[in-house]
Each structure stands twice: as C-alpha cells, then as structure tokens.
C-alpha cells in the first residue's frame, strides 16, 4: 500500500498466520470511505476475501479512469508498465525474471521490495493524474474523487468497446461478490464525509510560488527577488518604496543585514514557475529537496536560505521523485544504523506484558468455564503483575482496560539519527548530507528546468568563510 507522499507499507500476510491482524488494517480495508485504487484490485479483494476473510470496500481499477479520460489511449495496452511510459513518462521494470521471481521466500531481496512498492505508487500518481484533480477547484476532496468515479467504485474490470466512436466501460456482471456494492444510500454518506481519503492529498498550489519581485537596498543595489505579499509588507510599514509596478521593485529605507556577493546570486535570478523536471505549467506541488526530517534537526546556520531547497515538481513527477527518495532513505537508515519503522525508530510501543495481562483479565471476566487449572495459571499473572495476593473484580475490571502502549525509550527519529551522526564532523560535514540529498535528485530526476545558479553546494563555501569547517553543531 502506498500514500500519495510515497510512504509504503508492506504486510506480509503469509508471515502472519495464527496471528489477528492489525485492526487499524482491517478498519482500512473496509472502510468504503477510503478509495483503494490500481491495476485488478477488485480480483486483489476477492482472493483477500478467499484467502483471509478481509472485506475489501472502496476499490477502483484505474483503467476503467484511463479510458474515460484519456481516449488517445484506450485501443492500445492497459497494463500498468504502458499506462505508466504513456502518461508519467515513467519506464516501469517489469521483467519476467522480477515478475516470476520467489514472492513466497521468507526473505524479500530489494529488488522485490521496491517492485511491489513502484507499483502502488505508480498508481496514485496515474490516479491523481488521470482525474485531474488539480485543474478544478473542488469543495471537498472527496466530493471530487467520488464523483469522478461514479459507477467505478467496487466494479471488477472487464474490458472496453466502442459504441457510436464513444468509450463503453463494460463493467464484469457480478456474482456473489465478496465485495458489497456501494448503495446510493451508502454512497451519500460518503459523498457528505469532509475528508481526504487516505493516499489521494496532494497539497496543490492554486497561485504561483514565485512572483520574481525585486528588492533593492538604499542606493539601488538589487537584494533578492520575493514575493508579492512580502514586497508589499515593506511599503505598508514605510520601510520602503515603490520603484517600479513592472516588474513589482522596492527600494528599502534602511540597510540591509546582508548583501549578495556577485550579480549571479541565486536569490537575484527570475524563477519560472514550471515543474524544473519536465516543465509542466499546471497542477505543480513544492518538493523540499532535502526532506524535512533531516532539515528540521539543521543547526540556525544551515536552516537560514532554505527557499533554494525548495522546487516545483508536477503531481507525476513528484510521485516518481518520493519513490527515490526512499530509496536514498534506507540507504542512509543501513549506513548509519537509524532504522525506519523497526522497534528503534518507533516512538510507542505494544509492551507484551501489558497485554497480556489484559488478555488475561478479559478472560477471567468473560470466561464462565475455564478449566481450574486454566484459571489459576491467569490469576497468578494478575497477581504478580499488581504485586498482591488477592485480585477482586475492580483489579479484573481495571486490568481489562489496561492501557497496553508504552513510550519506547530508545527512540530516536531517523532523520535526526542521520543528522547526529553527521554532526559529529561539524558544519562541513554536514554540509555532505545536504549536498548528498541535492546531488541525489539531479541524479534521479535529471531535471530540465533548474532555477539558473542552482547548485549542490549552494551558499556552502560563504558559510564555511563565516563560521569555519569545524563550528560546533547544535542542533535545532
């Protein structure tokens, strides 16, 4: 399962047998509320239903979308490596020997992980991309996801036809479907939900992110370019003037704290507004090229100019771009053993005694004919974890609604575990884990429209010149 910011989940189902499943999982599942989107997910939800009993509510087949709204397309392969080249110009490995490889090993090799993790996040990208989500203004989200796919949700994929020159979606006739189809009942209450379904938030920008106007210093030196709501803070205040409507030039009335050193400065250069990979013009989301949960840990110094970092991708290629940069993060997670999601990085944690002891008492309660034997053995529990003799009904009671998580003292963040480690070698060293993350989406993403001056080193030889390679690190 992926989310549309490139988080992936992987659950092994074999791997728990014998075991209840998460219930936050189940609750996911059925949740009809939650669009479950992809290639053959009804089929998913049948054999989920077969194999393990899951209901599986709220599935869409993406190429039910891409014939509706892409009708260039629709006589040719719907499979998800053609759908993927064609509309995110994203090439999709899907050889035979990936393909066939052993999905029942007890091991996954990362090749396999990264398959199965593409594919789900290939199709949240084709999803957004297909609706179009971004070239409205919906209300709600779900508003608009439900009723773009209306009369697609829970519907098994057939095939397609054409009738009078015009798409016919051909849905399956359903049997006895493990899937219950959503009512027109069913489907208003969804449609009033004011939430985003799980997977589907980008967060779109509806205005421009840059407005390219100029500040200049007191004699007329050009400072910065910004934005226009900025600009205009400087002449509400009777801090500066207004020099020029045309482009938008303030001349402040005081001198500034800094100056740029050449006439090149990044901070000088008019930005397009355009995706820097493809160069799209629409529906294009800020990507923070170093993420923030390395950022966040930066010492002052290196969280100063943080605009440089900071880049317009559109929807599809912001998908492919989260994909990588897992990629680099688990890298970076082996490197300098900060796991992600394992029981170090996990900030609460199931104390299994606790819960056990809880299972315990709910048994006593609710069990009228346990063995003695049975009973003794759950007694003894209860009353070596409360330390008495005697265990009434209130310590039952008590026990039953025992809160079973607890705070996992060992827990450090994986970003601020890789930042610790690199700040060990001071500010040029960690200048390293900046420049590692820029040089790492040119390497991934080969972008055609960067911001002239962009660079993987950017503003580093000006701050080693103030405060020295070897400035003990603080971090934030």
């Given at each position: 399962?992926?989310?549309h910011s ?6 092994r ?8 499943l998460p219930?936050?999982?189940v609750a ?5 509320r939650?669009l479950?989107?992809?290639?053959g997910c009804?089929d998913?939800?049948?054999k989920l239903m ?10 869409v087949d993406?190429?039910?979308l891409?014939i509706?709204?892409r009708?260039d397309i ?8 053609y759908l993927?080249e064609?509309?995110?110009s994203y090439p999709?490995?899907k050889s035979?020997q990936l393909?066939?490889?052993n999905?029942?090993a007890?091991?996954?090799t990362?090749d396999q992980?990264?398959?199965?993790a593409?594919?789900?996040q290939?199709s ?15 209300p709600?989200?779900?508003?608009f ?6 009369g697609?949700?829970d519907?098994?994929?057939k095939?397609k036809g054409v ?8 849905p399956?006739q359903k049997?006895?479907s493990?899937?219950?189809?959503s009512?027109p009942?069913?489907?208003?209450d969804s449609h009033?939900?004011k939430?985003k379904?799980?997977g589907?938030?980008?967060s779109v920008r509806?205005?421009p992110l840059?407005d390219n106007?100029?500040l200049?210093?007191?004699?007329g ?5 910004c934005d226009r709501k900025?600009a205009?803070?400087?002449l509400?205040k009777g801090i500066?003037?207004l020099i020029s409507?045309d ?9 500034p704290?800094g100056?740029?050193?050449?006439s090149?400065?990044?901070y000088l250069t ?5 995706c820097?990979?493809c160069?799209?013009r629409?529906?294009?989301?800020r990507k923070?090229?170093?993420?923030h949960e ?6 002052v110094?290196l969280?100063d100019?943080?605009?440089h ?8 290629c912001?998908?492919v771009?989260n ?8 890298q970076?997670?082996?490197e300098f053993?900060?796991?992600i999601?394992?029981e170090e ?11 056990q002891?809880r299972?315990?008492?709910r048994?006593l309660?609710?069990?009228s004919?346990?063995?003695e034997?049975r ?5 003894s529990?209860m ?6 003799d ?5 310590t039952l009671n008590?026990a ?20 610790q480690?690199?700040a060990?070698?001071g500010?040029?060293s ?5 420049k590692r993350?820029?040089q790492?989406f040119l390497?991934?993403?080969?972008p055609?429209?960067?911001?002239q001056?962009w660079?993987?080193d950017h503003?580093h030889?000006?701050?080693?010149r103030?405060y020295?390679?070897?400035?003990p690190?603080?971090l934030?």
């Amino acid at each position: 399962m992926a989310s549309h910011s490139g988080l992936c989940v992987l659950v092994r189902l074999p791997r728990l047998a014998g075991c209840s499943l998460p219930k936050t999982l189940v609750a996911l599942l059925e949740d009809c509320r939650v669009l479950k989107v992809g290639l053959g997910c009804w089929d998913d939800a049948s054999k989920l239903m077969n194999d393990y009993g899951l209901s599986v509510k709220g599935v869409v087949d993406i190429r039910y979308l891409a014939i509706r709204h892409r009708r260039d397309i629709f006589q040719n392969s719907l499979s998800l490596k053609y759908l993927s080249e064609t509309i995110l110009s994203y090439p999709l490995d899907k050889s035979f020997q990936l393909r066939c490889s052993n999905w029942d090993a007890d091991e996954f090799t990362q090749d396999q992980v990264f398959y199965a993790a593409r594919d789900a996040q290939v199709s949240i990208a084709l999803f957004l991309q297909l609706l179009g989500f971004f070239s409205s203004d919906p209300p709600t989200a779900w508003e608009f996801f439900l009723g773009k796919c209306q009369g697609l949700i829970d519907v098994p994929f057939k095939g397609k036809g054409v009738v009078n020159g015009d798409v016919n979606i051909i849905p399956k006739q359903k049997k006895e479907s493990p899937i219950e189809q959503s009512s027109p009942n069913s489907q208003g209450d969804s449609h009033r939900h004011k939430k985003k379904p799980l997977g589907v938030g980008y967060s779109v920008r509806k205005s421009p992110l840059y407005d390219n106007c100029f500040l200049h210093a007191p004699d007329g030196q050009p400072l910065c370019t910004c934005d226009r709501k900025k600009a205009q803070w400087y002449l509400d205040k009777g801090i500066g003037d207004l020099i020029s409507n045309d482009p938008f030039v303030v001349r402040l009335r005081f001198e500034p704290s800094g100056r740029p050193e050449s006439s090149v400065d990044y901070y000088l250069t008019v930005k397009e507004n355009l995706c820097v990979v493809c160069g799209k013009r629409e529906s294009y989301i800020r990507k923070n090229i170093v993420p923030h949960e390395y950022r966040r840990h930066f010492p002052v110094q290196l969280k100063d100019h943080n605009s440089h970092d900071v880049l317009l991708l559109c929807t599809s290629c912001h998908a492919v771009s989260n994909y990588y940069d897992n990629y680099l993060k688990q890298q970076l997670a082996m490197e300098f053993s900060a796991p992600i999601g394992c029981e170090e990085g996990v900030r609460i944690l199931e104390d299994p005694v606790r819960r056990q002891v809880r299972s315990a008492a709910r048994a006593l309660l609710n069990a009228s004919k346990l063995p003695e034997s049975r009973r003794e053995e759950l007694l003894s529990e209860m009353r070596t974890f409360y330390s008495t003799d005697e265990v009434t009904e209130e310590t039952l009671n008590t026990a039953a609604n025992l809160e079973t998580r607890i705070f996992n003292e060992t827990y450090t963040p994986h970003g601020l575990k890789v930042v610790q480690c690199f700040a060990k070698g001071g500010l040029k060293s960690l200048m390293e884990l900046e420049k590692r993350w820029r040089q790492h989406f040119l390497d991934k993403m080969a972008p055609k429209f960067l911001p002239q001056q962009w660079s993987v080193d950017h503003n580093h030889r000006k701050l080693i010149r103030k405060y020295g390679e070897d400035l003990p690190i603080q971090l934030g």
